[in-house]
């Protein structure tokens, strides 16, 4: 469902991704995991679109992501790691404009978008304005959001960060069922191991925008000797702190700009 | 089309929720309206032009269109931090829909800020010249609004933050404002005032206005309409071109 090939970007003469290759098959829940700035966020960009590559290839839903962007735009839903929702529109009226933005027809609109709203419990306050919402009740909306328009893939970038135990239990539960019964594709990212654990058929462990391992949770603990999921990433990635650094895309637009000043 | 009149609606929706901005973006043209109004009337007056608050009118109505339409790209700014931007920019629609979609409904919501402000106009003695030629100066108001809602998007996709737009502000769209003949009248100008007034877009949007609401104008309302077409057309390509390349 997502083919990964040789997957290259560079900010100037920094690497942010360094020829990356994998393969995510139909139905499959697949976690990227990974130090902050070691490319997750960057990979994702360029598999939605949102960044070009610099080299590789990139296939989604069988369309080349590059090539055939509006195909590949239809064929997944994304939950961005910050909240992307408009904050002066009521609830329906996001999902209402996503709905109209992705061509769903105006009578599925409704029932829709009231099965999706009730799903994540939201559907009583469905024309509070956002604002009005807290950060766990935004990202039910998100994921609400991002599946209305029947996508064959799902991406969640840190989709529990900040979230309480019941919101984060109700969504792992929730996004397993879409990928065992409707056998939608997830990827996902996160900094709970646990998670990873629990719910992603495969891991890959990216560091330094190379691709370090690939593999079910099993295989990276046998690979390293290790007991636990946490030691064999531990021992992939080492124990140094990584500065919390923005990406290395603002980082790159902020030294284009200051050149450009100059 | 859906997809423009949604992105147009959420716009509409967005300004009759925030009394705060409609109210903030009437203050200014008011103030001016007040202070340059009656201070300069009586010296106007005296210097044998007549009624300066008829005079005025036409340049406060296209300020206040000029000055919204140019908020709109901070919009784009705000959707940017809010996150909302990445929203439309994983979306499989065109990027010039969303573009034109945000400026018309921008365009809108300043077109009725410059109707705002001319029934304030109303209450305060101001009298069309004629009601019929008046509606012209809506078609006048869209034209412009449309063109700088364009222009602010443009802008908007490239300038990070807030401090670079108000720099675009106060160095690019007050000395187009205040050239413009907008408030004064060009006829006895220094040469090299007059040279800039006449080869500023605003310019003509102020003289087609003084057409359709007092009849009087200086460069020939076909010379103005031109003007406005062309400005329009440059504009819409600028915003279009440069929100192509936006990055969220």
């Known amino acids: 469902m997502i083919e990964v090939s040789h997957l290259t970007k560079k900010f100037g003469n920094f690497t ?28 994702i960009k360029m598999l939605t679109t949102l960044l070009k590559p610099s080299s590789g290839q990139l296939t989604l839903n069988g369309y080349d992501v590059v090539k055939q962007q509006d195909l590949t735009r239809k064929s997944f839903g994304i939950v961005f790691q910050d909240p992307s929702v408009d904050n002066d529109l009521t609830a329906f009226e996001n999902m209402q404009l996503h709905a109209v933005m992705y061509g769903v ?34 990202r039910r909306l998100e994921i609400a959001r991002g599946l209305l328009h029947h996508p064959r893939v799902l991406f969640l970038d840190e989709p529990t960060l900040g979230l309480d135990t019941q919101t984060r239990n109700l969504l792992w539960n929730y996004v397993g069922n879409l990928a065992h019964e409707k056998k939608m594709t997830i990827l996902f990212t996160t900094h709970y ?25 099993e295989e990276l603990m046998k ?35 200051s050149r450009t000043m100059r | 089309m859906k997809v423009i009149y949604i992105l147009w609606l959420r716009q509409i929706k967005r300004y009759f929720r925030s009394r705060s901005r409609i109210v903030g973006a009437i203050g200014q043209p008011l103030l001016f309206l007040l202070a340059l109004g009656y201070g300069l009337g009586s010296i106007y007056k005296a210097a044998g032009q ?13 300020q206040t269109v000029l000055f919204s339409s140019m908020f709109y790209g901070a919009m784009i700014i705000f959707d940017r931090q809010f996150g909302f931007l990445k929203e439309t920019m994983v979306a499989p629609v ?64 490239f300038v990070q933050d807030m401090q670079g737009f108000q720099a ?43 057409w359709s609401l007092i009849g009087t104008t200086r460069f020939g309302i076909w010379h103005d309409v031109i003007a406005l077409a ?10 279009v071109f440069r929100f192509r390349h936006i990055e969220p």
Not at chain 1, 108 to 136: A, F, H, I, N
Not at chain 1, 195 to 212: P, Q, W
Not at chain 1, 232 to 257: I, M
Request: glycine residues 10%.
């Open chain 2, 230 to 239: 062309i400005t329009l057309v440059v504009l819409i390509i600028f915003g």
């Open chain 2, 168 to 210: 675009i502000n106060q160095f690019l769209v007050f000395p187009l404002y205040f050239l413009s003949g907008a408030l004064y009248p060009l006829n006895h100008v220094p040469t090299w005032l007059r040279i800039i007034a006449e080869l500023n877009p605003i310019s003509y949007t102020v003289d087609a206005m003084r």
């Open chain 1, 16 to 43: 942010a991704v360094n020829d990356i290759s994998f393969n995510v098959a139909s139905g499959e829940m697949f976690a990227l995991l990974g130090p902050n700035g070691a490319g997750k966020s960057t990979t």
């Open chain 2, 50 to 62: 007549g009624n300066y608050l008829q005079f005025l009118v036409p340049g406060i109505m296209a």
């Open chain 1, 193 to 217: 191991l646990e998670e990873a654990e629990a719910n992603a058929s495969r891991i890959a462990i990216i560091d330094h925008g190379k691709l370090l391992t690939i593999g079910t949770s």
């Open chain 2, 94 to 157: 065109g990027r010039f829909k969303i573009m034109l979609g945000g400026a018309l409904g921008g365009a809108t919501t300043s077109v009725m800020q410059g109707i705002i402000v001319f029934l304030i106009a109303l209450l305060l003695g101001f009298h069309p010249y004629n009601w019929v030629m008046a509606l012209f100066s809506l078609l006048f108001m869209g034209i412009l609004a449309l063109a700088i809602t364009s222009f602010s998007s443009g802008i908007g996709s």
């Open chain 1, 223 to 257: 690979q390293t000797k290790t007991q636990s999921l946490e030691e064999a990433y531990l021992y992939l990635t080492g124990k140094e702190l990584r500065d919390e650094q923005a990406d290395p895309h603002e980082v790159w637009r902020a030294r284009q700009r």
């Open chain 1, 105 to 138: 027809s105006s009578k599925e609109l409704k029932t829709r978008v009231k099965e999706l709203m009730t799903l994540v419990e939201l559907w009583d306050r469905k024309d509070s304005l956002v604002k009005t919402y807290s950060g766990g009740m935004k």
